[in-house]
Structure formats: structure tokens, C-alpha cells
């Protein structure tokens, strides 16, 4: 007697059905967009352009400071991230004409009016030994800060929100209240301990 075969499953197809099924996964699977802060830089300057030294007055500016173990300065006073927030509202604002916050110059924006905006900028040093999240945390709160004030100019203004303005008002508002943050390369940033 011959010997029996046993009857085996046809798997040459199989490899086109699981390349299929790999593209259709891949074509219909949405990633997870990440999205970072929005930030952006400044144009890259003419070659020609001649380089000015800008001065600013020191009473223009609140330099923010993070060191090694998460300690936040703003100025040379150490504070607490809950109080950083109203603490730059404060400086950018200025609302009583403090000689030692600020100053204010009159601005025409064009297509609404002339209004004083606040020549204030915050400057943010962190350590290179800063954790992430501090330095987020930190970032969050100062975006936090100007974006309030545009809301509150958006509604004595326009009596509506920022966010519901329309794009030119938009414009107008982030004209008003600038977002002048500038951040200096990591370095070694003493104090409070």
C-alpha cells in the first residue's frame, strides 16, 4: 500500500492578505499629532543690515530665572509658580504708573486707535540642570499671563473675549498687549536653594 497524503491548506496567498490588511491598517490609522509651544522666531537678518545696539530700560524688564532644583526668581525674589502668573500681569500692566514697573508709550494702531501699550519684556533664564516640566510649567504660566491680559483688553474694548474676536480685532489686541518673552541659552543660575 502507497502511502497517504495529507491534505495541506494552500498558504501562498497568505502573505498578499497580510500585506493587504498591513495597508489598510496603515491608510486608515490616525497618529497622534504632538504639538509643541507656539513660538516664533525672528526672521534671519539681511547680511547687509548693519547690527544696533538697542538699549532697554532695566524698569522694562522682568528677568525670570529657573535653577537646578525647580526654584523659580522673578526679579531677585524667589516665587511660588502660583503667583508668577499675577506677578507678570502685574509688571506688563502696570496699572497705578509705577516708576519702578514698566513704562507705557502711545502706539496708533492702525484701523482701530492709539492706546498705551507696555514696553515690557520678560526674560527667561533657566539652569541647565532645570527639569522639563518646571521649565513648561513656567512657559505655561508666562503665555497664561499675556494671553489674560489680551482678554481683558478684548472685553473693555470690544465687550467680548479674545477668543471671540474677529481676526482683525485679533490683531489689533496682540498689537496692544505684545508677548514679548525672550529666553536665554541655559546656564548656571544661582540662588534660592
Same mark, same amino acid.
Given at each position: 500500500?502507497?502511502?497517504?497524503?495529507?491534505?495541506?491548506?494552500?498558504?501562498?496567498?497568505?502573505?498578499?492578505?497580510? !500585506? &493587504?490588511?498591513?495597508?489598510? +491598517?496603515?491608510?486608515?490609522?490616525?497618529? %497622534?499629532?504632538?504639538? %509643541? &509651544?507656539?513660538?516664533?522666531?525672528?526672521?534671519?537678518?539681511? =547680511?547687509?543690515? =548693519? @547690527?544696533?545696539?538697542?538699549?532697554?530700560?532695566?524698569?522694562?524688564?522682568?528677568?525670570?530665572?529657573?535653577?537646578?532644583?525647580?526654584?523659580?526668581?522673578?526679579?531677585?525674589?524667589?516665587?511660588?509658580?502660583? +503667583?508668577?502668573?499675577?506677578?507678570?500681569?502685574? +509688571? &506688563?500692566?502696570?496699572?497705578?504708573?509705577?516708576?519702578?514697573?514698566?513704562?507705557?508709550?502711545?502706539?496708533?494702531?492702525? %484701523? !482701530?486707535?492709539? @492706546?498705551?501699550?507696555?514696553? %515690557?519684556?520678560?526674560?527667561? =533664564?533657566?539652569?541647565?540642570?532645570?527639569?522639563?516640566?518646571?521649565?513648561?510649567? @513656567?512657559?505655561?504660566?508666562?503665555?497664561?499671563?499675556?494671553?489674560?491680559?489680551?482678554?481683558?483688553?478684548?472685553?473693555?474694548? !470690544?465687550?467680548?473675549?479674545?477668543?471671540?474676536?474677529?481676526?482683525?480685532? =485679533?490683531?489689533?489686541?496682540?498689537?496692544?498687549?505684545?508677548?514679548?518673552?525672550?529666553?536665554?541659552?541655559?546656564?548656571? @543660575?544661582?540662588?534660592?536653594?
Amino acid at each position: 500500500m502507497g502511502k497517504k497524503k495529507t491534505p495541506a491548506i494552500n498558504s501562498s496567498s497568505t502573505a498578499d492578505i497580510a !500585506f &493587504l490588511l498591513l495597508c489598510y +491598517f496603515l491608510m486608515t490609522t490616525t497618529m %497622534g499629532s504632538h504639538t %509643541g &509651544l507656539a513660538r516664533r522666531l525672528p526672521p534671519i537678518p539681511d =547680511q547687509n543690515q =548693519q @547690527v544696533e545696539d538697542q538699549k532697554i530700560n532695566r524698569r522694562n524688564i522682568i528677568v525670570v530665572r529657573i535653577n537646578s532644583s525647580d526654584k523659580i526668581l522673578a526679579g531677585s525674589e524667589p516665587i511660588d509658580i502660583r +503667583f508668577l502668573k499675577e506677578r507678570v500681569k502685574e +509688571f &506688563l500692566d502696570n496699572p497705578n504708573n509705577d516708576p519702578t514697573l514698566p513704562e507705557k508709550e502711545m502706539k496708533m494702531i492702525e %484701523g !482701530f486707535r492709539e @492706546v498705551p501699550v507696555s514696553k %515690557g519684556v520678560i526674560s527667561l =533664564q533657566n539652569d541647565r540642570g532645570t527639569s522639563y516640566a518646571a521649565y513648561i510649567a @513656567v512657559q505655561n504660566e508666562l503665555v497664561k499671563a499675556v494671553n489674560e491680559l489680551r482678554d481683558e483688553f478684548a472685553r473693555a474694548n !470690544f465687550g467680548k473675549p479674545y477668543s471671540r474676536l474677529t481676526e482683525d480685532e =485679533q490683531g489689533w489686541v496682540k498689537k496692544a498687549v505684545p508677548q514679548n518673552i525672550s529666553e536665554a541659552e541655559p546656564k548656571d @543660575v544661582k540662588g534660592s536653594k
